[in-house]
C-alpha cells in the first residue's frame, strides 16, 4: 500500500485515505458533467443517494443512525475534496444539507426525529434545508417575522423565507418561526417541514450571479398546519441553535473559500507559466511573480487560521470568535484571490471557457452567506478583543 503523507499536523492517515476516495468520486462523478450542470443551474439529486452510499453524507453523526462518528476534520477533508468540481454552489448545497441544516434535527432533535429524519438524510434518500433568511431579515435573526402559532395538536406556520438553499430537491426544511411575537430572538423556535405539506410552496427558484449549481429559492408558508412533534427541541431556543449551527457553518464557509482559492490559484499560476508576454513567460516578470508570492501568503495565512479554528470547535467549547476570524479573513481573501488571478488570465480570464471566471462569480458570496464580514466583525469586536 502506498504510504500517505499528512500535509499537516490535523491530518491523520485515515482522512487522507479519505480524501483519495472523495477525491477520486469528485473526478470521476462530478467533474465530467459539471459544466453541464451548471448551464442546468442544477445538479441531480440522485447525486445525494450517491453519496450516502458511499458514507459522505453523515461523517460526524453517531453511528447508532447510519453516519460515522468522526471529526470535524475528516469534514474539512469532504469540503476541500468537492470544492475540487471548480463550481462552487455543488459543494454548498452538498454542505448545506450535511452541516448546515440536518445538524438541528441531529443536535437538539429528538430521537424519534433523529429516526424519522436524519437516517434518510445520511443515506440520501432525503435532502434538507435551513428556512432562517426572510426578505425583510437575514443577518438580524431576531428580527424575522414567520410565525408559528399553537393549535391544539398543530402549529400553523405563515410566513415567508428568501435565499434558501436546496429549495429545489430538498424534502425536509427545518424553518425558523416567531412562536412569541414580540420577544425578539428569544421568541424564536425551529420546527421540521416537510415539503408536501399544504399551504408550503416553492414561489420560485432564484436567477443568481453565480453558484449556478445550487438551488436557491423563496419560499411562501400559508397556515401550514404541522403536528405539534415537529417542534425541534425546546420553544424559544431557535435562536440559540441557530448561532450554534453557526460556528459549523461559518468554519465550512472558511474552509469552501480557502479550497476554492487553492484551485483558483493553481489554475492561475498553470496559465502564467504556459502564456508568454513580451519574449517571456508570464509568471518570469517580476511584479507577477510578487503578486503571486502575495497571494500564495495569504492563501495559507487563510488556511492556517482556519484549520486554528477547527481545532477550536474540536476540542468542544465556544470557538465563535475563531470562527468568525477563519471566515472572515478567508472570505476577504477569496475575494481578493479571484481579483487579482482574474487579472493574470487578461482577456481569457473574462471567457467562460476559463475556470477563474466561474470561481469570480461565485466566490463573491462568500462574505455574505452565513453571516455577513460586517457580522464577522460585529462578533469578533464584542467577543473576541477582551482576551489577556
Ligand atoms: C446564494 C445564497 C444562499 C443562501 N442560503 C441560505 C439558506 O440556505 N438559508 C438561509 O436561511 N439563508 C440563506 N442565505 C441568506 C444569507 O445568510 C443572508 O443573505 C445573509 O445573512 C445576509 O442577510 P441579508 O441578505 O438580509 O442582508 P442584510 O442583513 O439586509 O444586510 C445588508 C447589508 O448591511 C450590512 N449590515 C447588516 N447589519 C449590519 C451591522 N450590524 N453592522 C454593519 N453592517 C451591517 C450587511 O453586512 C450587508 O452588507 C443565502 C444567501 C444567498 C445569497
Redesign the pocket.
Known amino acids: 500500500m502506498t504510504m500517505l503523507t499528512a500535509p499537516s499536523r490535523y491530518f491523520t492517515q485515515d482522512h487522507e485515505i479519505f480524501r483519495e476516495q472523495v477525491r477520486t468520486f469528485v473526478q470521476k462523478e462530478i467533474s465530467p458533467h459539471i459544466d453541464q450542470w451548471e448551464q442546468e443551474e442544477l445538479f441531480p439529486k440522485s447525486l445525494y443517494r450517491r453519496m450516502g452510499e458511499l458514507g459522505f453524507l453523515g461523517i460526524r453523526y453517531p453511528e447508532k443512525y447510519g453516519g460515522s462518528g468522526e471529526d470535524i476534520w475528516m469534514t474539512l477533508v469532504l469540503c476541500e475534496e468537492l470544492c475540487r468540481c471548480r463550481a462552487w454552489g455543488l459543494p ?1 448545497s452538498v454542505l ?1 444539507h450535511t452541516d ?2 440536518s445538524t438541528h434535527i441531529a443536535r437538539y432533535g429528538n430521537d424519534e426525529q433523529r429516526q424519522q429524519y436524519l437516517v434518510p438524510m445520511i443515506t440520501g434518500e432525503k435532502v434538507c ?6 426578505p ?5 435573526v431576531g428580527g424575522i417575522q414567520t410565525t408559528a402559532v399553537k393549535d391544539g395538536d398543530s402549529y400553523v406556520i405563515n410566513g415567508a ?6 429549495s429545489v430537491h430538498a424534502d425536509v426544511f427545518c424553518v ?1 418561526a416567531k412562536t412569541i411575537k414580540d420577544a425578539g430572538h428569544r421568541g424564536i423556535s425551529m420546527f421540521i417541514v416537510e415539503r408536501e405539506t399544504p399551504g408550503f410552496q416553492l414561489v420560485k427558484k ?1 436567477k ?1 450571479l453565480g ?1 449556478n449549481t ?1 438551488d ?1 429559492g423563496e419560499l411562501l408558508f400559508e397556515e401550514v398546519r404541522i403536528p405539534r412533534r415537529n417542534l425541534i427541541g425546546e420553544e424559544g431556543k431557535g435562536f440559540y441553535y441557530i448561532m450554534g449551527n453557526f460556528q459549523d457553518e461559518r468554519l465550512i464557509a472558511a474552509s469552501m473559500a480557502v479550497s476554492a482559492s487553492q484551485q483558483a490559484f493553481e489554475d492561475t499560476l498553470r496559465y502564467v507559466r504556459e502564456r508568454k508576454t513580451f519574449g517571456k513567460r508570464v509568471i518570469d516578470h517580476q511584479a507577477v511573480g510578487h503578486r503571486l508570492a502575495d497571494l500564495a501568503t495569504e492563501l495559507e495565512a487563510a488556511r492556517q487560521l482556519t484549520y486554528y479554528a477547527a481545532d477550536a470547535l474540536q476540542r468542544g467549547g465556544d470557538a465563535s470568535t475563531e470562527v468568525s476570524m477563519a471566515k472572515l479573513f478567508a472570505s476577504e481573501m477569496a475575494n481578493r484571490l479571484a481579483y487579482h488571478c482574474l487579472q493574470l488570465h487578461g482577456g481569457y480570464g473574462y471567457m467562460q471557457e476559463f475556470p477563474i471566471e466561474r470561481f469570480f462569480r461565485d466566490i463573491r ?1 462568500s462574505p ?8 464577522m ?2 462578533i469578533i469586536a464584542r467577543r473576541g478583543l477582551d482576551r489577556d
Open positions: 454548498m448545506v448546515m441544516s434545508a435551513i428556512a432562517v433568511s426572510e425583510a431579515a437575514g443577518s438580524d423565507k428568501i435565499f434558501i438553499t436546496n425558523a432564484l443568481k453558484n445550487s436557491t458570496l455574505i452567506g452565513g453571516g455577513t464580514s460586517e457580522v466583525r460585529d
